[in-house]
């Protein structure tokens, strides 16, 4: 018997497997397909400029505590706050954040299963007679296609029946065998599939209008709502707020330089985060009749403007099938990581096997993603009650939210940070970032993130 299977826990084999699994976790449907909505929705180049600051003040700070925390208490995060202040309340921030996994993975492997349909779709070519529409009724057939497809329950619950039945498989294969083993072949296959489309996107003739819009920041687009945004969709980018990155931070090596791996996995997210927006911005502003405030419509961006650009671009079809194999890689990369907290959970606390914990999890977030995957029309009720969009504004923003202020304020003045030093320089002698880092997790990081959710609940009572 080898070590992985006397330790249900696992560990990760080297710090580069680390950064592939961490960085597959972050990187995901947040990249591909919310950001660059949220950069059409909020106002284009200066929502970029406040996403990258975010990510540099706020989501790395965050990330280097959930890693220490994670590998200092080697353990899930209902267990590692027990362990580190064993008997207090802190363990509920835990408990927060597993049933979070479990309800962001509900509406999110949905998605996942959008984007394993359209694969499907343009495998078989269904987008290709879009290309026989005009701009205007080009995208009313697309929207009936999408509407169509996102309606129909058998369709939907098939797919989203497969994204969970692959994620549940990786999952019960442990650390190694299963995170690991498949994020070092998915996350190499993801940057060379989005380098290759960033190319084309880019030499397609006019793509500078698309740039412009882009990366050119307007001030007067920037207010209050800018900022929420871009701290949130920093947070749920890179994973933060619920104890991913705690539970992935546990199966690493005390000997790995955290600080480093936080860096790693925040460039990689944001890189693909740009490289995405490069490839969206540059064909929407190229394909005739596609005016840009199409991109304003929430669900539109990927699933009704994409077939329209891929019928009419020469060798369209393979750039969609590239676009949607790249789409759902992101995304199981992803929802693997939203289980596994839950399933260390089990294992680590209530002494679960492996497989069992990842089979009852992944069942159960199927019956829960019922509700989601059929909010799109095929149910009244559940359409009334606009479940997803409101399962993404509860769990995916203000809760991830609420955890990343907890889990500032539990290292910074519980813990604290003398502790947590000792923890981060055990694998990293000279850390250099040190007062950068200090000044954000006991200061900046907590006092945004309070002023962001009070805005957010003057906001959300005021309608
Ligand atoms: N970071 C993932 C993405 O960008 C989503 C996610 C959020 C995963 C929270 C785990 C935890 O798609």
Redesign the pocket.
Known sequence: MDSQELNQRGNWGSKIAFIFAASG???????IWRFPMMVGLKGGAIFVLTYILSVIFIGFTVMLAELTIGRHAKKNPVGAFNFIKPGSPWKLVGYMGVIT?VF?LSY?AVVAGWAAGYLYKTTIGTFRRLSTFSGEEAWEVSDIIFKNFSANPLEVLICLFIVIALTTFVISKGVKGGIERWSKILMPALFFLIIILAVRALTLPGAETGLSFYLKPKLSEFNADVIFFAVGQAF????LG?G?MMTYGSYISKKDNLVSSAGWVCFSDVLVALLAGIIIFPTLFTTPGISPDKFQAETGLMFQVLPIVISKMPGGNIFGILFFILLLIAALT?TI??LEVPTAYLIDERNWKRSKAAFVIGLSSFLLAIPSALSHEAVKIFTKLKIMANMDLIFGNIMLAIGALFISIFLSYSWKTKNALKEIESGNKHFSLKPFWLINIKFLAPIVIFIILIFIIIKTITG
């Open positions: 976790s972050a990187i995901g449907l947040g990249n996994g962001i999110y749920f980018s890179l994973s619920m991913t992803s990581s939203l």
